[in-house]
């Protein structure tokens, strides 16, 4: 493992707590909230691409990089006037933008080219709080944690062609 490039990172973490007790009732509270934010300065120009996520200069640490939907195919004469997909392709298959091509310009086919930076895998904030009780050695604890501004993919579709068994061409 070696050091590749340089990347900005500013944040911010807070935590509160308090503890006490009436008798044998102990209790404690508490909670955190946490900012982040990151930017890819220089990695050398050279894109590092994990499957569906994406380091590049400018966009924060693995961020994702997906095909952009524009819904499902109504029809086969929809499948036929659209950009092309696969050969696999029907009319209730998802439908991927044409957004590039190997020049930069959309190029009437659904490439590698055609996948876009959706979001960051990191969130922005974080927020946590919890509440331990204890009476006579007979304890409760709860614990609940909020994520914002997290750029979420649907787990199941991630709007990858690949699980919808539509076989997408790739350069090279």
């Avoid at 990347?7 to 707590?17: F, H, I, Q």
């Avoid at 008798?23 to 990695?43: D, P, Q, R, S, W």
């Avoid at 990089?65 to 036929?80: A, T």
């Avoid at 922005?124 to 944690?145: E, R």
């Amino acid at each position: 493992m070696r050091n590749i490039g340089t990347v900005d990172n500013t944040g911010l973490e807070a935590n509160l707590a308090y503890r006490n007790n009436i008798e044998a009732f102990n209790y404690h509270v508490f909670g955190n909230v946490t900012y982040v934010k990151n930017e890819v300065v220089h990695i050398g120009g050279d894109d590092m691409i994990n499957g569906k996520r994406i380091t590049r200069e400018g966009y924060p640490i693995d961020a994702y990089y997906l095909y952009i939907c524009d819904g499902i195919f109504q029809s086969e004469d929809e499948v036929k006037h659209h950009a092309y997909q696969s050969a696999n392709t029907h009319a209730g298959d998802l439908i991927f933008r044409d957004v590039s091509g190997p020049e930069g310009v959309p190029d009437g086919q659904i490439t590698e080219d055609d996948r876009v930076v959706t979001g960051s895998s990191v969130p922005d904030f974080t927020y946590s709080f919890g509440l331990n009780l204890d009476y006579k050695g007979i304890g409760l604890n709860v614990f609940f944690k909020e994520y914002q501004e997290l750029a979420l993919t649907l787990l199941i579709i991630w709007c990858t062609p690949m699980l919808m068994e539509q076989v997408l061409p790739t350069n090279g």
